[in-house]
């Protein structure tokens, strides 16, 4: 499957815990987007990278950071756990730099949080 | 600031019967619009996007600038419809971020 891969699929930590989670997007796309998905909020977009460089920021919390690496692959790094951090976290890809018509996302499976 | 809004959280039909998912947004200039879907244990998808004028899977979407709308609509619903349906819009003046609505839960019964 060469679609956006996210790993682990599932989390379970503590609070005040720190947690890396890893996307790997489409074979050929260089645009990375986060997007946290709880139940009352929805998807909310966090922050966007292209090749490498950050490109767009959404509401991206201070204790939230990220970055996308040379191969392009990302990762999304939350520190100091709190219980409303539990959510569903979304990778997405595409070919272009901005979001287009062309160059749709494509999103991953997520990765579930439980902070406990 | 863009800002997209599906005001239906849940919705039921029965098979056959028609469905339309609200969309409304807000945002300065020409915005591009699409429906993203989620089948239960399935990743988020492209469902279609405005510009092409497109109907998937018998699901169709006019954009009407003068309401600011654009509602997903399926003359008959299929019970492989049930999904979990977000509207999404970017643009030029917000840098391309796609923000995308709450969603809207459908489910069709038999």
């Known amino acids: 499957d060469s679609g956006v891969t996210q790993t682990p699929k599932h989390l379970i930590t503590a609070t005040g815990q720190r947690v890396t989670l890893r996307c790997s997007p489409r074979?050929?796309?260089?645009?990375v987007y986060w997007y946290q998905q709880s139940l009352d909020q929805g998807l909310q977009f966090l922050i966007q990278?292209?090749?490498?460089?950050?490109?767009a920021k959404g509401n991206i919390l201070e204790r939230f950071s990220a970055q996308q690496f040379p191969d392009l692959h990302s990762e999304l790094n939350l520190s100091s756990l709190e219980l409303g951090d539990s959510a569903l976290y979304f990778c997405?890809?595409?070919?272009?730099?901005?979001?287009?018509?062309?160059?749709?996302?494509?999103f991953g499976n997520g990765t579930r949080l439980t902070v406990t | 600031a863009q800002r997209v809004t599906q005001p239906e959280k849940l919705l039921s039909v029965f098979k056959g019967a028609p469905v339309e998912l609200k969309c409304n947004y807000s945002y300065s200039g020409s915005p591009e619009l699409f429906w993203y879907v989620q089948y239960s244990r399935q990743r988020l998808q492209l469902l279609l996007r405005h510009i092409s004028r497109e109907s998937i899977k018998g699901f169709t979407a006019d954009l009407n600038k003068g309401e600011t709308s654009f509602h997903l609509k399926k003359p008959f619903a299929q019970e492989e419809d049930s999904a979990m349906y977000y509207c999404a819009l970017s643009g030029r003046s917000n840098d391309y971020k796609l923000s995308f609505g709450a969603g809207t839960t459908v489910t069709v019964r038999a």
């Open positions: 997405a890809s595409s070919s272009g730099q901005p979001s287009s018509y062309n160059s749709p996302l494509h």
């Open positions: 074979s050929g796309d260089l645009s």
């Open positions: 990278y292209y090749n490498g460089e950050e490109r």
